[in-house]
């Protein structure tokens, strides 16, 4: 008997990764180690094993719930859950990728009648005789703990002396439009870095546009399809003028700000004018590090946005909500900054003592976008076209003299990231 005691004691220590004692172990939620021989026993039969001599997958079920021990993660599943997800023939069309199940029908208080695990699969068999079966590798990609261990984009975060000394190629046009591999290596360095550039385009609105229909449908807006300014004042906004532009994001006062901008400078008879382009995800990380708490307030304080516009015939009134940064809540990745002095509206959504908060982390976040180190400065010129991720990278201008000719045009972000899924990447 105390042999087995000893087998069964090694088989918990690894299941809950706590150190083996010759008198025997149990969870390790417990602050003493009891040594009564039934606890042991009792604590062995609950957890079951994929093979009496493997500890790579141990399960266990609860009242509500199915816990799973693998690959290193503990992952917890509830009933419905396991039911709503099954990807067997009646449940799911595996041909439209869509379930087929319908969820209000599954009983809020299913149970599985039978449990069984092999070394890659879990077997679930319900009260009405249905069978569900899971890949334990789907099953740690699809769980809310292997969701928290995982970024949905991976992002390489820069200064100006980060991308410089990153070299990040421009890519021909030719290649960009003719062939996979030249855009496949564009939205590489997009995805990664949040801009990139296409060299050699010729100077017109028109290739600017069959460049841009490359990646993505073309998002009209107020401001039309394909967008073409100089500094008239045609448009009530600062951008129409010869006067600087501080950094910020673009469209803040749309629901949903546009994913992606394209520039291109077809003329510019005159001095200044450089683009100024600043990584917000940068500056948020480092606002996450000297001052979480400042960063998860501006996640959660909700601003609006708005632009006011009656020039000419052009007579619009646009209002968008939305904090000033964006993440997701599972595993509290950026994915969107939202950053514009110029458009933002009445405070008018919190108290008083949040705002004063408010205003502290805000200027926190300036003062590392305005930091010299994080501003990359680049002069666009005729027959280089920039693309960039404005949900991400800020970008400005400096004041400028004579005549400048800029075209361009919001892209869809969805369109933009499928491109990219299509060919491989993630996104």
């Avoid at 975060?157 to 591999?181: G, H, K, M």
């Avoid at 609006?304 to 909500?321: F, Q």
């Amino acid at each position: 008997m105390k042999q087995l005691l000893r087998m069964w004691c090694r088989r918990l220590a690894c299941v809950f990764k706590m150190p083996c004692r010759q008198s025997g172990s149990t969870r390790h939620q417990s602050p003493r180690l009891p040594h009564d021989r039934r606890t042991i026993l009792a604590a062995a039969a609950r957890w079951h094993h994929t093979a009496p001599e493997s500890l790579k997958c141990a399960w266990q079920l609860h009242g509500d719930h199915l816990e799973l021990r693998y690959a290193n993660t503990l992952m917890r599943f509830d009933f419905v859950w396991l039911r709503d997800h099954c990807r067997s023939a009646s449940c799911y069309n595996a041909k439209t990728n869509q379930r087929s199940l319908d969820t209000a029908s599954v009983d809020l208080g299913i149970k599985p009648k039978a449990v069984r695990v092999d070394e890659t699969t879990l077997f679930l068999t319900w009260p009405d005789g249905h069978v569900t079966r899971y890949g334990l590798e789907w099953l740690v990609k699809n769980s809310y703990e292997g969701q928290k261990q995982q970024v949905m984009h991976p992002r390489i975060l820069w200064n100006a002396e980060i991308y410089r000394q990153a070299q990040v190629p421009s890519v021909d046009c030719r290649s960009f439009l003719e062939t996979d591999e030249g855009l496949k290596e564009f939205l590489q360095n997009f995805l990664l870095y949040g801009i990139a550039f296409v060299e050699n385009v010729t100077p017109t609105k028109e290739d600017t546009e069959i460049l841009a229909e490359r990646v993505s449908l073309i998002r009209e807006t107020i401001y039309g399809r394909m967008w073409y300014f100089t500094s008239d004042f045609s448009r009530g906004d600062t951008a129409y003028t010869k006067l600087a532009l501080d950094r910020h994001t673009d469209t803040t006062y749309f629901q949903e700000p546009c994913g992606i901008q394209v520039f291109h400078c077809l003329k510019h008879e005159g001095t200044g004018g450089r683009t100024l382009l600043v990584d917000g995800f940068y500056a948020a990380e480092q606002v996450l590090r000297q001052a979480p708490d400042q960063f998860e307030l501006l996640s959660k304080v909700p601003l609006k946005h708005e632009y006011v516009e009656n020039v000419g015939d052009c007579h619009n009134h646009m209002i968008g909500v939305g904090p000033v940064l964006n993440v997701y809540p599972w595993n509290n990745e950026l994915y969107l900054i939202r950053y514009n002095n110029y458009d933002r509206a009445v405070i008018n959504t919190v108290p008083y003592d949040v705002v004063h908060r408010w205003y502290a982390a805000h200027r926190t976040l300036t003062a590392e976008l305005r930091r010299p180190e994080n501003e990359l400065w680049v002069k666009l010129k005729p027959g280089k076209a920039l693309f960039i991720d404005n949900w991400r990278v800020l970008h400005g201008r400096e004041a400028f003299t004579g005549y400048r000719q800029l075209c361009g045009c919001y892209l869809t972000r969805d369109d933009v990231l499928n491109t990219a899924r299509l060919l491989g990447l993630q996104a």
